[in-house]
Nanobody, 123 residues
Framework: QVQLVESGGGLVQAGGLLRLSCAAS????????MGWFRQAPGKEREFVVA????????YYAGSMKGRFTISRDYAKNTMYLQVTSLKPEDTAVYYC????????????????WGQGTQVTVSS
């Protein structure tokens, strides 16, 4: 079992910056990939970015390149998502997730999820 706890959400003005954290516990993450997802009101959950824990290799959704940056602190078992130039359309609940890593990013099943952290961007 992997437990994930997100933090860092809040109310931010458009144009601002936010860094979300995802603290993992319960298992070593060497064989896992971790990802960030978000779900806006009335919309389906969408993939933002993923990272293979052991190598740090990342994969961004096409629309997320540029303003979103994923990183990790290997020693702290913590993953981060920095978002710059925030827009009102970034308003969503942001989730981190973990799943056994696969060579094919699209074959990763994210079995473990955090509770989510709300990000609200005001115009």
């Amino acid at each position: 079992q992997v437990q994930l706890v997100e933090s860092g959400g809040g109310l931010v003005q458009a144009g601002g910056l936010l860094r979300l954290s995802c603290a993992a516990s319960g298992r070593t993450l060497g064989n896992y990939a971790m990802g960030w997802f978000r779900q806006a009101p009335g919309k389906e959950r969408e993939f933002v970015v993923a990272l293979k824990w052991s190598t740090g290799i990342t994969y961004y959704a096409g629309s997320m390149k540029g303003r979103f940056t994923i990183s990790r602190d290997y020693a702290k078992n913590t993953m981060y998502l920095q978002v710059t130039s925030l827009k009102p359309e970034d308003t969503a609940v942001y989730y981190c997730a973990a799943g056994v890593s696969r060579e094919n990013w699209f074959a990763i099943n994210y079995d473990y999820w955090g509770q989510g952290t709300q990000v609200t961007v005001s115009s």
